[in-house]
């Protein structure tokens, strides 16, 4: 499988950040979280995460589109629904919403000619049996075509995106859960019919199928 970060390649002349981290209990949908794209009323930091929202996630490449391959899935982690959580090595993950194009103020940063903002709410908790620490982060998470291509999720530096935010990059303690939109840029032509979470291996472990009339 082809690394989701390598190289260097700034996006729209952005950095992908950090960005702060809603935590929580994973009964809970973690504080500030959104009804819809333009709801909530953002993230709260937490040591516990080890996540600082004002540094840079680390240099290197944001990811590029490519193709995927998702017949290494399990049956019971394909075509799941929207709502529908997968739990994978103590990471319970559930895609919550879709919005096309992600609705986004005039200061946000431009996806390119050609392209749009596709955007996709995440919930992500991690088990609070577990001795470990979880890592999480939007390139996690990608836009799938009908031809196959991956689109992979960034977190550009600016303001004017839903909140809250999924993290761009960061960790989970045991017991703390993080929600929020990630930002998706797509080619306008593109047909969409799924996102998926892939590992930090960058082997995609979930399929969530995107209904037709999602958008």
């Known amino acids: 499988m082809r690394s989701l970060r390598r190289g260097i390649r700034p996006l729209l002349a952005v950095t992908a950040v950090a960005v702060a981290v809603s935590a929580a209990s994973c009964d809970a949908d973690a504080p500030g979280e959104s009804d819809g794209p333009g709801g ?6 937490d040591p516990q995460l080890g996540v600082d929202p004002t540094a840079p996630v680390e240099e290197g490449e944001l ?28 990471n319970h993950a559930t895609l919550l919403e879709v919005r096309r194009p992600l609705p986004s103020s005039v200061d946000a940063p431009r996806p390119g000619p050609g392209h749009e903002w596709a955007g996709a709410r995440v919930r992500t908790c991690f088990e609070s049996d577990l001795d470990r ?36 990059y960061g960790r989970l303690a045991p017991g703390q859960c993080t929600s929020g939109w990630i930002a998706i840029p797509v080619p306008v032509d593109a047909t969409l019919t799924s996102i998926v979470q892939s590992a930090v291996t960058t082997d995609p472990v979930s399929e969530w199928t995107i209904p037709g009339d999602a958008w």
């Open 40 to 45: 909530g009323s953002g993230s709260s930091f």
């Open 63 to 90: 990811p590029e589109p490519g193709p995927t391959d998702l017949a290494q899935l399990d049956d019971d982690a394909r075509g799941l629904a929207l709502g529908d959580e997968h739990v994978v090595g103590g």
């Open 133 to 168: 620490q979880l890592e999480i982060g939007s390139y996690l998470f990608s836009a799938v075509s009908e031809d196959s291509i991956s689109y992979p999720g960034v977190q550009p530096e600016a303001a004017g995106w839903p909140v809250p935010q999924y993290p761009g």
